[in-house]
């Protein structure tokens, strides 16, 4: 079984300032990892995932993840963030090729809203 | 082309309705996911499909959901009886069926039960 924690619910940003979004996951299996974005009244987007590689991850809109694995996390980082940045974020994981399972059903964090003053 | 779609997007039914909640996956993908959204929450899953079977039913939280799939398409997610705890927005997730493999996401479903 997997679980994600996500350490904050809301953080509010300055525009052009730097943000991170926090991530934590336990499983007892290898997984995949994604971060989506949900904008207001809109469905879920996928930023970016993490497969196999490079712990770096780039994504859509000048996002970027790292993956840590003896930290079990997976932060969203920008380093600067515009007023379209304002949406809820959710970090989400699977289970991997090797991870004993045949398909990739997700287990989600409980978001994070992320708001953008100018 | 064309993304996932569901309908309705808001339906708002009583105590003890039967309700269907319907969704289009994108054409010639094999798997097909619902997640269910409770307010505050990150989306939960309920159920997923490999082609026309239910592979994984797991989520379902009891007897009163049901989903089909029956050409390996369009999907029905099912609700009997329905309480007030059922609110929330339905989510439903379709992708070419291989781990790893980006989940499209519709626009949801909103539930509401009064």
């Known amino acids: 079984a997997q679980s994600v924690t996500q350490l904050d619910s809301q953080v509010p940003v300055f525009e052009e300032a730097p943000v991170e979004l926090r991530c934590n996951y336990s499983?007892?299996?290898?997984?995949?990892l994604f971060w989506y974005v949900q904008y207001p009244n809109q469905g879920l987007q996928l930023l970016l995932k993490y497969l196999s590689g490079s712990t770096l991850v780039k994504g859509i809109n000048g996002f970027e993840a790292e993956f840590n694995k003896s930290q079990t996390s997976f932060h969203l980082r920008k380093p600067s963030v515009h007023i379209s940045d304002t949406a809820e974020y959710f970090c989400?994981?699977?289970?991997?090729?090797?991870?004993?399972?045949?398909?990739?059903?997700?287990?989600f964090g409980q978001g994070t809203i992320l708001t953008v003053h100018p | 082309g064309a993304g996932v779609s569901q309908t309705p997007s808001n339906k708002v039914t009583e105590k003890g309705k039967y309700v269907e909640l319907r969704c289009d996956p994108i054409?010639?993908?094999?798997?097909l996911y619902w997640y269910r959204q409770s307010l505050g929450q990150g989306p939960e899953f309920l159920i997923y499909?490999?082609?026309?079977?239910?592979?994984?039913d797991s989520g379902l939280p009891n007897d009163r959901f049901f989903a089909v799939r029956p050409e390996g398409s369009v999907s029905t997610l099912k609700i009997q009886r329905t309480e007030r705890g059922d609110s929330a927005v339905y989510l439903c997730a379709s992708s070419p069926g291989q781990k790893g493999e980006t989940q499209y996401f519709g626009p949801g479903t909103r539930l509401l039960v009064l």
């Open positions: 054409s010639g993908h094999t798997a």
């Open positions: 499909f490999q082609g026309t079977g239910a592979a994984d």
């Open positions: 499983s007892s299996v290898s997984v995949y």
């Open positions: 989400a994981v699977s289970p991997s090729l090797l991870g004993g399972t045949s398909y990739g059903k997700l287990t």
